[in-house]
């Protein structure tokens, strides 16, 4: 593994020095593809795909292709994969590609994780096999494959990045909804903001498959970062090769991570806006700012958490996940389980989520009573009416006032769904910055 890394930010001229020093290292190639997150992703792909690109489009005869690993996000236009990969047009001599993960023509199931792996994962909620479908491009003869990946906490898998490119990022609906709905069974607080854990033993266990199936030499770019004023601010760049290099980048990338992504507080709060960025424009994404409010005793019991983002109208943009959505409502896992049971015909996926946006909560089926830990509000374009429908809160976005949020146990967060939040440790003692660090 090679690494960059400093918590103060890393130079342009440093960054680019590093990435073009690696790739140096890697024999000519006619046929490369590059994985890249997408546009719900805060890094710096756009520093490093144009380097990748001079590197091998520079050689008669060779192309890079580009693959989205959106999982389940809306696709991605050509102009808005442009911007992302830092290109003023599409570079000659490379495809833009979206991860279609509904088509079963771009997909192919290669193995499977047995169920006797996958109960164990799971505390014995799910006793099946797990398909391991990926998108049949990175078995197409490519010569090398590059995979960029951003890491934070994560909802469904502790922290992104790493092998989580491949299985769920560029699987099949089976994977995606069965790797989201095992990790809703064991619960969001005990695994977003950890490293190891069930859901990632079983990406882990996925992307196995899919490396002993792929003849392309694999490299990952797992990219950390922090912002200031609004712009992406490098801290950290791991690259490593094949599967166990996925894995020690990936570990490398979280400890870095929870020293810029995480920011603790004093006492439990009560009322907390997360205004939410433009990027997360669907309900579907913008749930983040529920998810890293989760975390033991954050938030006390009753709260209320609001989603401000004006122009968010939709849950999401993909017709059969909004009605489904709308048809399931945003309820506690003991009542979406028995919905489920009762033979309620939803996606594991979109059931992963409301339970996730909505939070621990209990439901006695006699009684049809439910009861959430915390009250979650939508400020958005969602109507007051479809608000209740779904079970949610509502708020008329042009009432909220920052200041009406600065007394003890309110909170205002402006970046909202980008910092986990925990209660401050005693005696927990100050982050040291680190020097640049620029190992090879």
Request: glycine share 8%.
């Amino acid at each position: 593994m090679e690494q960059i890394k400093n918590l103060n930010g890393i130079s342009k001229g440093k960054l680019s020095s590093f990435i073009t020093s690696f790739l140096e290292s890697i024999p000519g190639c006619k046929k490369v593809l590059v994985i890249f997150p997408d546009y719900t992703r805060t890094d710096f792909t756009d520093r490093i795909a144009p380097l990748i690109a001079e590197k091998f489009l520079s050689q008669n005869g060779a192309s890079v292709d580009f693959l989205n690993a959106g999982g389940t996000h809306r696709k991605m236009q050509d102009a808005e994969i442009s911007k992302k990969l830092g290109f003023f047009k599409k570079p000659a001599g490379s495809t833009y590609y979206n991860h279609n993960f509904d088509d079963s023509k771009s997909l192919k199931t290669i193995g499977k994780i047995s169920k006797t792996l996958v109960s164990k994962k799971t505390g014995g909620y799910l006793n099946e096999d797990i398909d391991v479908t990926v998108n049949r491009l990175v078995l197409s003869g490519y010569d090398i494959i590059i995979a960029l990946s951003s890491t934070a906490p994560h909802e469904a898998a502790g922290y992104s990045g790493g092998l989580k490119v491949f299985f769920p990022g560029i699987s099949g609906p089976e994977v995606i909804d069965l790797f989201h709905w095992a990790a809703v069974l064991i619960g969001l607080g005990s695994i977003i903001g950890t490293v190891e854990n069930e859901p990632r033993d079983l990406i882990n266990a996925g992307s196995e498959v899919i490396f002993k199936n792929i003849s392309a030499q694999v490299y990952s770019f797992n990219m950390v970062c922090a912002e200031k004023e609004n712009n992406v601010v490098p801290a950290g760049l791991f690259i490593g090769s094949g599967y166990e290099g996925f894995i020690k980048c990936y570990r490398e990338a979280c400890a870095l991570s929870r020293k810029i992504h995480v920011k603790y507080i004093d006492a439990p709060l009560e009322r907390v806006v997360q205004q939410m960025p433009d990027n997360y424009d669907e309900i579907w994404t913008a749930a983040k700012g529920s998810y890293k409010l989760q975390r033991p005793g954050v938030l006390s019991p009753g709260a209320e958490v609001i989603i401000y983002a004006p122009y968010v109208s939709v849950l999401h943009s993909n017709e059969k996940m909004q009605n489904e959505l709308y048809s399931l409502g945003y309820h506690c896992r003991d009542y979406v389980c028995r919905k489920l049971e009762g033979g309620f015909n939803v996606s594991k996926n979109a059931a992963a989520h409301v339970i996730n946006a909505s939070g621990p909560g209990t439901y006695d089926s006699l009684t049809g009573s439910e009861t959430k830990s915390f009250k979650l509000t939508l400020a958005t374009a969602i109507t007051e009416r479809e608000c209740r429908r779904l079970g949610l809160g509502y708020m008329d976005p042009k009432s909220l006032k920052k200041y009406d949020f600065l007394s003890p146990g309110s909170l205002w967060i402006e970046d909202g769904g980008k910092y986990l939040y925990e209660i401050k440790k005693k005696n927990k003692k100050p982050e040291v910055l680190n020097e640049d660090k620029f190992k090879r």
